[in-house]
């Protein structure tokens, strides 16, 4: 009962490790491709130019209304962000004439006032994370060049058609007309405002990360039945192996057996050696191989690879590992802990 409970123990063991594996493979590339992309900055600065300047031209939203866009449009097509400017905000905030809307509108005076944060990405601003404090007091600064402060500010906001209007008489009215507390107000709506972007943001995201996903799974053609099968496999025979010491003679024709040599010896070190964790990988496309001496060498796997992805027989292995990674390296990192007893820094004090 023992050893069945253990083998069982291992086996969960192993597909947590490499779900969790293969999880954080895929928040890598996802990782990899918003840092190159630079998808986060270009996310808030459309949101920007929708809430303060309006549509972009041809009526179109900056932010991305569907997977088109999320794929397309927003990563390649279009670049809400305004281009980077070294020089510190000047002590007055410029003031277009008030038909400027669009490049030369809100946006780009907002950017004016906070752009001692930025650094250049390609000629563009890299600003992915406005502080709301930021954003109220470059608020307070825009309407103090206003004649009539914020009642000029938002004559202003309603002579372009800016959607930013309506939010910021909304504060103002309640606020009283008190400056400080209309300052707070800004801070707070705009907060409410980064919460709900933010999950827009992540679920967008996760189709992405569906996505790849998808592409590991597919171009490392992780069977995780199959995976699971060798686990209890690689359990077994280690147990065979501890157990021919105990067992005499038998055991060791039985492991000559499974070994289909004359002597199993290097069979089991070679067995022992390749545990089902470090071969999970071996059917990509371009698989990888650590000899016990030299170099590790890489090796084209195109031939194997496509008869296994074209094979129905993985094909519900292959749902499975997709299906877990889609969890999310979190989730497994949970998972992990819970089996082994590991406990976090807070938790542990």
């Known amino acids: 009962m023992i050893g069945l409970l253990s083998a069982y123990i291992d086996l969960a063991l192993g597909l947590v490790l490499a779900f969790l594996m293969l999880s954080l493979l895929v928040s890598g590339l996802n990782e990899a491709i918003v840092r190159l992309l630079a998808i986060r900055s270009k996310f808030l600065w459309a949101y920007l130019r929708d809430t303060l300047d309006g549509d972009a031209p041809k009526g179109r ?6 997977l088109r866009d999320v794929f397309g449009a927003l990563p390649f097509a279009r670049d809400p962000r305004p281009a980077h400017d070294e020089e510190p905000a000047p002590a007055v905030p410029s003031t277009p004439p008030p038909e400027a809307t669009g490049g030369d509108g809100i946006t780009d005076l907002l950017y004016e006032r906070v752009r001692e944060i930025d650094h250049p990405t390609r000629g ?3 600003i992915a994370n406005l502080p709301p404090e930021r954003f109220a007091v470059a608020m307070m600064e825009l309407a103090a060049t206003e004649p009539g402060g914020v009642e000029g500010l938002l004559e202003r906001l309603k ?4 959607p930013l209007h309506g939010h910021l008489k909304g504060v103002w009215e309640s606020a009283q007309r008190d400056l400080d507390r209309f300052r707070q107000g800004v801070e707070r709506w705009f907060d409410s405002e980064m919460e709900r972007l933010s999950m827009l943001y992540k679920r967008y995201v996760k189709w992405v990360v569906a996505l790849l996903a998808l592409v590991v799974t597919l171009l490392f053609t992780v069977d995780g039945l199959e995976y699971g099968k060798t686990l209890l496999r690689d359990n077994a025979y280690r147990a065979t192996v501890t157990a ?9 024709d039985e492991l000559k057996a499974q070994c289909e040599q004359a002597d199993p010896v290097p069979c089991i070190t070679d067995t022992l050696s390749q545990p089902a964790l470090v071969k999970v990988l071996d059917n990509a496309i371009v698989s990888m191989s650590v000899p016990a001496e030299g170099e590790p060498s890489f090796h084209w796997n195109g031939g194997a690879w496509l008869d296994r992805l074209v094979t129905p027989s993985h094909w519900p292995g292959f749902l499975l590992t997709y299906i877990a990674l889609m969890f999310g390296a979190p989730f497994w990192w949970d998972v992990l802990r819970r089996i082994t007893g590991i406990r976090s820094r807070r938790q542990g004090g």
């Open 61 to 66: 939203s900056w932010l991305p209304s569907g």
């Open 124 to 126: 563009r601003t890299s």
């Open 159 to 162: 002579a372009t058609g800016s």
């Open 244 to 252: 021919v010491t105990d067992a005499g003679p038998a055991a060791y």
